[in-house]
């Protein structure tokens, strides 16, 4: 149980366009998404907080209007880079709480997406 | 603000040798505990917990156990594989920071046949 899936897994995009990547818990349903963002041989560095049918929280130096983040279910959040850059290349992987009434939740990851941008 | 410390790496070990990465944390109240690992290319995956002082958490061999007097919550296994290959993260979450996960800096690990 508790499985988070990505897709895709990687993707390759020109300068300038648009890159959405999803995020799904397939077996449970998840109240709050993170996603995060990951450079070579570095820590995970938390993007944003998404919560279902609200806006997300972001973490201070994240530009909301770059990385649009949506929540529009208990199993699905997508992020989308918008007018990439090559500086956006990077690793990115969400992770997903389980609804438990207020209860600490642990965070299920998904197994990241590899953004490159040419 | 919370806070998680671990040892630098990379760590070279041969197989059969035994691991052990430090971690100590800064945090308000009690919060849990974690060790992840992400192989090449791939997300993180929970390794083993440990959500208040004392408890030890374990899996594939691997044991931690929470010490509050030290704020410290260290990864050992008692004979690494080839297969242990992998960069480990310590990561601590707190309610009071709605769960969000504070990650240490990474420890890649290279076990050598």
């Known amino acids: 149980g508790a499985v988070v899936s990505q897709h895709p897994s990687w993707v390759i995009c020109k300068s300038g366009t648009s890159v959405k990547i999803e995020c799904r818990s397939l077996?449970?349903?998840?109240?709050?998404m993170f996603w995060y963002r990951q450079f070579p041989k570095q820590s995970l560095m938390l993007m944003a907080t998404s919560n279902e049918g609200s806006k997300a929280t972001y973490e201070q130096g994240v530009e909301k209007d770059k990385f649009l983040i949506n929540h529009a279910s208990l199993t699905l959040s997508t992020l989308t880079v918008t007018s990439a850059h090559p500086e956006d290349s990077s690793f990115y992987i969400c992770?997903?709480?389980?609804?438990?009434?207020?209860?600490?939740?642990?965070?299920?990851f998904g197994p990241g997406t590899r953004l490159t941008v040419l | 603000g919370n806070s998680v410390t671990q040892m630098e790496g990379p760590v070279t070990l041969s197989e059969e040798a035994f691991l052990t990465i430090n971690c100590t944390y800064t945090?308000?109240?009690?919060?849990?505990l974690f060790w992840y690992v992400q192989y090449p290319g791939e997300g993180l995956q929970l390794l083993l917990k440990a959500t208040k002082a004392d408890d030890k958490g374990s899996n594939k061999g691997f044991e931690a156990t929470y010490r509050k007097e030290t704020t410290s919550f260290h990864l050992e296994k008692g004979s690494v594989q080839v297969s242990d290959s992998a960069v480990y993260f310590c990561?601590?979450?707190?309610?009071?920071?709605?769960?969000?996960?504070?990650f240490g800096g990474g420890t890649r690990v290279l076990v050598k046949p």
């Open positions: 945090a308000t109240g009690y919060p849990s």
């Open positions: 992770s997903a709480s389980e609804v438990a009434g207020g209860k600490r939740n642990e965070q299920f």
């Open positions: 990561a601590l979450s707190g309610y009071a920071a709605g769960n969000k996960l504070t």
């Open positions: 077996d449970f349903q998840a109240t709050t």
